[in-house]
């Protein structure tokens, strides 16, 4: 039974994240697990909102040159053919523009069909979609998905996209609520190296500061990491608030009675002296 004190760390946590998770919206990492035909469970993290919606971008400036082209190609030719009197009227070239101008209408069901759930956007962003179950989906699967963009993403101008994204366990919109995908990376965020491995300590070379550390659970350490990793990749003021007070939480919970002064290294240090005890 977890106890008062570390329920206070979750709240903490819990409460600076939902204080300015609207600053971050990508700043939670979400993971989704996949079974594939041999049974095997693979962990893939979820695209973000961020990188989904650097992806649309990526996909409208790619659709903009394409319009770009093709209306520079037919006003030329159009002109062309209105000199030397090969048509009567335009009609031709106007019905010629139209079908050239369906890929774009179409744009992302035809690519993420066709290239394995990825447009150019998803290509260049690392992001795909799949099954919520495992594999690629099918043509209706992604015709269903590709029918809610009107309501997703243009009608509302991403922000009912963004919202049932947000709130959603596997980062899915309407569309893929209805669809039953989600959209991954294909690279995780945080990788690890052989000298990642290669530096773990264990009991025969390492000595604890803190022994006291075993009191605590998996769960409350990796709250630890994933803080002090956030306050790395983004040292402002609010994680600044969220080390600080999680540092004070962790020593009354480990009976420290001065908060260190260097918070970022005494929670490394918890955490290192917790791998140790627990998993050497």
């Known amino acids: 039974m977890r106890n008062h004190e570390l329920n206070k760390i979750d709240k903490t946590y819990f409460f600076y994240f939902k204080k300015y998770s609207f600053l971050y919206l990508d700043s939670e990492m979400k993971t989704t697990e996949i079974v594939t035909a041999h049974n095997v469970i693979i962990q893939y993290e979820l695209a973000t909102i961020l990188g989904r919606a650097l992806a649309l971008l990526v996909d409208l400036v790619t659709l903009f040159l394409y319009i770009t082209i093709c209306t520079i190609l037919f006003n030329t030719l159009s002109t062309g053919f209105a000199a030397n009197n090969m048509f009567d009227s335009r009609e031709v070239i106007y019905t010629a523009f139209t079908l050239f101008m369906l890929p774009v209408f179409f744009y992302s069901f035809i690519m993420e069909a066709f290239f394995g759930g990825q447009s150019i956007g998803k290509m260049a962003l690392g992001i795909r979609v799949v099954k919520v179950s495992g594999g690629t989906p099918s043509m209706g699967e992604l015709f269903l998905r590709w029918s809610f963009r009107l309501i997703d993403i243009l009608f509302s101008v991403g922000s009912i996209a963004a919202l049932s994204a947000s709130s959603s366990d596997k980062m899915q919109r309407l569309g893929d609520v209805i ?57 402002n003021k609010q994680h600044k608030e969220l080390i600080t007070e999680l540092t004070k939480l962790v020593s009354e919970k480990l009976n420290i009675s001065s908060i260190p002064e260097n918070k970022v290294t005494f929670l490394k240090t918890v955490l290192q002296d917790y791998i140790v005890l627990t998993r050497s």
């Open 179 to 235: 669809a039953n995908t989600c959209v991954i990376k294909l690279k995780p965020s945080s990788q690890y190296s052989i000298k990642d491995i290669l530096t773990i300590k264990n009991k025969e070379n390492y000595e604890t500061k803190y022994p006291q550390v075993v009191q605590l659970s998996d769960e409350d350490m990796l709250l630890v990491k994933n803080s002090i990793d956030r306050f790395r990749s983004r040292p």
